[in-house]
């Protein structure tokens, strides 16, 4: 009989590979590996003709390109939200598009007088292709109806607009890498302009290392910062809520510092 870790960890490689896109244990005729290992070993040491060395054709240099530099000219290039999500999708500089399911662009009222910036999708996001949707984005969800605000509120002043440094979900829900916010950064600051909220809240330390250059959100919570051009202010990740509850006494005083700003 196994031992539950050797089950765990079969049980955790079966969930990666689902992750990746794997969708069936087989295939769908069956493969003999015996006469393939046959035929590899045949072509291995049958007779070759001697090559003929030709020369490769000369082919100029192509320079690198500058992902950072790409990034901010196709974010110039969007004048208007559906524009930079094309742009932004079509953008091929970053690996993380290859390991991720979906591309998760926002969701909420582009409208809104709030507009939040979080981290980068999890799987829950991953799966849907909406930013906040596991159960983090429900405690979101919950955080912001306690103040009468929400992603689907009809009434723009009272709406949700949402969305991540990054589209794409990192491998493991790692930390985005410093190369990989640089080059995604033009995009979500022209983002901003385009859905030109009246304050931005940035969830986590994800995002303010993005649009502040700065770490350390039990420092920077409750602190109005400015953000292209608008006030901004950070707020604790909901995702750390959950393994932090005790500092909800914390973020719950934010929500009324933001709640008093938008009442005025």
């Not at 990034?71 to 500089?93: I, T, V």
């Amino acid at each position: 009989m196994e031992s539950p870790l050797e089950y765990h960890d079969a049980l955790a490689l079966l969930e990666w590979q689902v992750e990746l896109g794997a969708d069936e244990a087989i295939a769908e005729a069956p493969v003999d590996r015996f006469l393939v290992s046959a035929e590899a070993v045949a072509t291995q040491t049958a007779p070759t003709a001697p090559r003929v060395q030709q020369a490769a054709p000369a082919v100029a240099p192509k320079a690198d390109l500058d992902p950072v530099a790409e990034a901010r000219k196709a974010a110039a290039r969007a004048h208007d939200l559906e524009a930079l999500r094309a742009e932004m999708e079509g953008f091929g500089h970053c690996d993380l598009r290859h390991g991720a399911r979906s591309f998760v662009f926002s969701d909420g009222t582009p409208a809104a007088r709030l507009m939040i910036v979080g981290e980068a999708p999890g799987r829950d996001e991953d799966m849907q292709g909406k930013p906040f949707v596991g159960r983090a984005g429900q405690l979101l969800d919950r955080m912001f109806d306690a103040i009468g605000m929400g992603r689907d509120h009809p009434d723009a002043a009272q709406s949700l607009y949402i969305t991540n440094i990054l589209p794409w979900r990192p491998p493991q829900n790692r930390d985005p890498s410093p190369a990989e916010m640089a080059m995604m950064l033009p995009f979500v600051q022209r983002h901003i302009e385009l859905a030109a909220p009246d304050v931005v809240v940035m969830m986590g330390n994800i995002s303010c290392q993005g649009l502040l250059g700065q770490r350390g959100i039990t420092r920077l919570r409750g602190t109005w910062q400015e953000v292209v051009g608008r006030p901004a202010l950070p707020m604790f990740h909901p995702a750390y809520l959950l393994r932090q509850p005790a500092k909800k006494r914390e973020a719950w005083a934010d929500l009324l510092t933001l709640k008093a700003w938008l009442s005025t």
